[in-house]
């Protein structure tokens, strides 16, 4: 069984203690864009989400893995795979053990199966926290073979992206994760079997222009910054300030690039619909709602 | 003819260079015989020529790979092809003149050629935009490669940019998805791709033409995830560390055929493709004849699935 220590610590129940009279300093949070204070309980309760503006927050790996999946449903898959260093490149060996001690992961991007309303799933979540999330050979060999067990089992798959874009410290081999995943995934075209990407703060580089742009179904959070070419080089090469809302989630909705902009709190929901939809299943008829 | 010797470890070449040419101007002023002393000198330059060339250190073949008189793909396409037809446009939003493609001749057999185009001066490098291509651009390269595809004609893409382009316009109309969308149709095109990096393999906006049943490279091209001077902003805050991340780069045809993810090197005469272009051009021709006539052989749905096991083999990790 390869069920995650993390798995379990992350089931605690999401409900406020009791309000004590007392409330330690470092039980509060603010929210960094609009400076809103709350109890810190109350933002994860909104999935860290702020309750005053709707900035979308950093929200963990272990966390999206617990919202998009049945409780106890996890399994995690290939969580052995470990990168090796290549090129001998400067640090890396060193910056891989720090992040590994630092997230308790192996690498950028948990796989695994599970279930979500009671189907079969097969779910990648990137870690940002690993090296920026970065594509070298482990994330590329997850993704591939993630995206060829959906081909053959028939299970769908949907992909949480984060990503600076290719890890550099891999060279040309994290290049080629791109080919990897994307020829992985077009088996799965060729199957017609489901994938939907989600796109998270931020998703870059070489991970949004390979798998995270090859959804059937594209979604995305809430102001998360996405693109090909990061912001900094941009300004560079045109030599001007980017307008406002410049490759967010709502612009690339707007220029026609992805599917829509689904708030956190409704990940959970549309997925499931979505998958339903391509599935070609019927939706289960419910009873009549009661007039509010 | 004088070649111009640009490049900062090519100074000796350029002093040997200009003592020739100082020799012939005093010989021809004075009417003295002074071939002799010529051709000694030029035989020295030759060996120092050949030594220089030899021992090309990773940033130096950069430099050699980006050189200004480097044979670019219209170059070949008029040296190594015939009966070309440049054929234009995405059909959605315009040409992008930093892509060149369409149908060629290749030993007479109808061959779709499609690749970046750098400028050799600067109006035609602003047109060119430096070889660094728009969504519209790839978009262009697909729909040949699916024309090709459906013609039942080999693909041959040539690989010269610094990379996609990184500006407003490309942002707004999706580069992201089209390298992706070229990358995951390139694996499962059913008909034979042979992918050369004939200068600079820019990252995804190389790549995005360079999904290919065998990879070749030039023996001075580079093939690399970030430029060295990107690398070196980004891990030492100061591009003048290039030299280092060209080295830790591992970007040279040697290092990837070390590292699995090319097939096979076109050597180049000594000098460098700009040295002599015909030459250049002669090896191109031959190992494009080669590579096309053994995939000929092999049936299209096995090149797809050899395609498909060849990029899931690449990778370097441990599965403990
Ligand atoms: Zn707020």
């Not at chain 2, 190389?206 to 995830?225: I, K, Q, T």
């Amino acid at each position: 069984m390869a069920v995650m220590a993390w798995f379990k610590k992350e089931r605690k129940p999401r409900t406020a203690p009791r309000e004590r009279l007392e409330i330690p300093a470092d039980a509060w949070e603010k929210c960094e864009s609009c400076g809103h204070v709350d109890i810190r309980e109350k933002f994860q309760k909104a999935l860290n989400v702020c309750p005053e503006c709707n900035t979308h927050k950093r929200f963990s790996a272990e966390e999206y893995v617990e919202l998009l999946t049945d409780e106890g449903s996890w399994r995690e898959l290939y969580a052995d795979l470990k990168s090796g260093d290549p090129l001998h490149f400067e640090h890396y060996a060193d910056r891989l053990i720090a992040a590994q001690k630092k997230t308790g992961a192996s690498d950028a991007i948990y796989t695994g199966i599970a279930k979500l309303d009671a189907r079969p799933l097969h779910l990648g979540v990137m870690n940002f926290r690993f090296m920026g999330g970065s594509m070298g050979s482990v994330v590329g060999e997850k993704i591939a073979r993630l995206a060829r067990r959906s081909a053959d089992k028939r299970i769908p798959m949907v992909i949480v992206c984060t990503s600076g874009g290719a890890r550099m410290q891999e060279g040309a081999l994290s290049l080629m994760q791109m080919a990897k995943t994307s020829s992985a995934i077009s088996l799965m075209k060729q199957a017609a079997v489901p994938y939907i990407s989600i796109l998270t703060d931020p998703t870059t580089g070489g991970v949004s222009a390979s798998f995270a742009m090859q959804g059937d179904v594209i979604l995305a959070e809430p102001g998360a910054v996405i693109g090909f070419a990061g912001q900094r080089v941009i300004k560079q090469t045109i030599g001007q300030d980017l307008p406002e809302g410049f490759q967010t989630a709502e612009f690339l909705l707007e220029k026609g690039q992805i599917d829509d902009v689904v708030p956190r709190a409704s990940l959970r929901e549309t997925t499931s619909r979505l998958l339903q939809h391509m599935r070609g299943a019927k939706i289960k008829t419910t009873a009549p709602e009661a007039a509010a | 003819m004088a070649i111009a010797y640009a490049l900062d470890f090519e100074k000796p070449l350029a002093e040997l260079e200009r003592q020739i040419e100082e020799l012939r101007r005093i010989g021809d002023e004075r009417g003295i015989d002074v071939n002799g002393e010529i051709g000694t000198l030029e035989d020295k330059l030759a060996i120092r020529r050949g030594e220089i060339y030899r021992s090309l250190t990773p940033m130096q073949r950069v430099q050699v790979a980006r050189h200004p008189r480097r044979p670019y793909t219209l170059d070949y396409l008029s040296s190594i092809f015939t009966d070309f037809i440049e054929l234009h446009g995405d059909r959605l939003f315009r040409d992008d003149p930093a892509i060149v493609g369409g149908w060629a001749r290749l030993n007479r057999q109808s061959v779709m050629v499609i690749g970046h185009q750098k400028g050799r001066d600067t109006k035609e490098n602003i047109k060119r935009n430096f070889g660094m291509a728009h969504p519209e651009g790839y978009r262009k390269a697909l729909r040949l490669m699916q024309a090709a595809t459906r013609f039942h004609a080999p693909i041959i893409t040539l690989i010269d940019t610094p990379g996609a382009y990184p500006g407003l316009g490309a942002e707004e109309r999706g580069q992201s998805e089209a390298l992706a969308r070229n990358i995951l149709e390139m694996s499962a095109l059913a008909t034979p791709i042979v992918s050369v990096v004939i200068g600079e393999g820019g990252s995804g906006g190389a790549l995005a033409l360079g999904v290919a049943d065998r990879v070749l490279m030039f023996e001075n091209s580079v093939y690399s995830v970030i430029s060295p001077e990107g690398c070196a902003t980004i891990l030492w805050k100061d591009a003048t560390q290039r030299e280092r991340a060209a080295d830790a780069l591992k970007l040279t045809a040697d290092d990837l055929i070390r590292l699995g993810l090319v097939d096979e090197i076109i050597p180049e005469p000594l000098g460098g493709a700009h040295f002599d272009p015909d030459a250049a051009g002669e090896f191109l021709r031959a190992a494009l004849i080669k590579t096309v006539n053994e995939l000929n052989k092999v049936r299209p749905e096995k090149l797809v699935r050899r395609r498909h096991d060849k990029y899931a083999a690449m990778g370097s990790y441990a599965d403990a």
